[in-house]
């Protein structure tokens, strides 16, 4: 019998089916109309998407709903950004949507990219100038009936009641919006120059699609803004909005109430600060006096009548004068004492009583020497007269006494060998006694050995 094919279980075929989906189509944009939105307690959207020829469930994660601006109602015409999976539990194929826009929104996403890359490298985004808290004249650039104003003035109201706004009307939707706030903030920074108490200026209006704040997207409008010589804070839309004016401006706010918020300070919590600085400053200087009072009470019982001082200083100066009066006579006595000292010194080695002194020696230093003088003499002699004899028992002249003669050629050499002349030469015998000159007739060269002896010819 053949082998029986491999069995799967439901939930096997179930996740083999999403991992397919999942890895082969990837993230992909799907167009179509919304049917059956619901919205459980969870904060999840479930809807279906159909075109005229089918439909595809599709599912909302609270995590990425809360950044849909505009609410979802059936028979709206969106564009989905999402992945395909399915739900194995059910086996339901359906979309994991990421991002939701209305149809068409996707060209505009495009066009603002393109614009904002441009606007970054062309440094337009490069503002951070910092806006005076609170300004002294805030000029709002906004539409005088809509949302924005009111929650404007309402949180400055509550905020600090004293600040001065100026409301600059101006269209914030449509092909007019965006010259007509160009035209608005160069009409502004020229007038700046004659109110200088003009110093901060707000753009801002309530959220809408993409299409509405298309606007705040104009290329001209955010040069505007940059070039702008007074700051300009931007407040556009909802939080999750983001326009090319919020990028351009020096400040950006997520809502027209965050940039009151942010303009100006809240008169109760400075209240608070001033009531806290105040009870601060009423300790400080309630300590400060404390501390003043606590010297001063010092100082009081340091104080003493000038009277009193005198009768002080006079008795001080009394123990000081008997202090050097006794000093001085000790002084005095220690130097007569050491006078007396010196003159004793000085008599003990004057000059007369050195002379005599050196007499003295001088005397007994003749007398030795005269005493020794023969003795010296007399040794000096015996000396010399041992140093003769030991010189005449070595002398080479004794030895020529006893009838020895040295013979020497004519440059002076001694002659040892017999060798050592010829025939015909002059020598010279010295004797004990003179001198002979001789001539050699003949040379006998004979060695005599210590064995033979000495013969004479």
Known sequence: MPAAPDTLSVSEVNLRARQTLERDFGELWVEGELSGVSRPSSGHLY????????????????????????????????????????FEPRGDYQL???????????????????????LTAEGVFANARPLPCPPRHLLVLT?????????????????WPLA?????????????????????????????ALDP???????????????????????????????????????????????????????????PSAAAEQ???????????????????????????????????????????????????????GLLQGRLDRA???????????????????????????????DERLARARTRLYAAMP??????RQQLAAVVRELQAVSPLAVLGRGYAILEDTQGQVVRRATDTAPGRTLSARLGEGRLDLRVIRVDACDITPQEGISSR
């Open 47 to 86: 809807f279906t998407l159909k075109d005229d020829q089918a439909q595809l469930r599709c599912a909302l994660f609270r995590t990425r709903a809360r950044f849909v601006a505009a609410p979802m109602r059936d028979g709206d015409r969106v564009r989905l950004r999402g992945r395909l999976s399915i």
């Open 96 to 118: 994991i949507a990421e991002a939701v826009q209305a149809a068409g929104v996707g060209e505009l996403l495009a066009a603002f990219e393109r614009l904002k890359t441009t």
């Open 143 to 159: 539409s005088p009936t809509g949302a924005a104003i009111r929650d404007v003035l309402a949180v400055l109201a509550a905020r």
């Open 164 to 192: 001065q706004i100026i409301l600059i009307p101006v269209p914030v939707q449509g092909r007019e919006a965006a010259p007509a706030l160009i035209a608005a903030l160069g009409l502004l920074n020229r007038q700046a």
């Open 197 to 255: 108490a003009r110093d901060a200026i707000l753009i801002t209006r309530g959220g809408g699609s993409l299409e509405d704040l298309w606007a705040f997207n104009d290329e001209h409008l955010a040069r505007a803004i940059f070039h702008s010589r007074l700051p300009v804070m931007s407040a556009v839309g909802h939080e999750v909005d983001v326009t090319l004016a919020d990028f351009a401006a020096d400040a950006r706010a997520p809502t």
């Open 263 to 317: 303009l100006m300070p809240d008169q109760r919590e400075l209240t608070r600060r001033l009531a806290a600085l105040e009870t601060r400053l009423a300790r400080a200087a309630e300590g400060r006096l404390e501390r003043e009072a606590q010297g001063l009470d010092h100082l009081r019982a340091r104080l003493r009548h000038p009277g009193e001082v005198l009768v002080r200083r006079r008795e001080a100066l």
């Open 328 to 358: 001085t006579a000790a002084r005095l006595e220690t130097e007569r004492r050491h006078q007396r000292q010196l003159a004793a010194r000085l008599a003990a080695h004057a000059p007369a009583r050195r002379l005599e002194e050196a």
């Open 375 to 380: 003795r010296q003499l007399a040794s000096h």
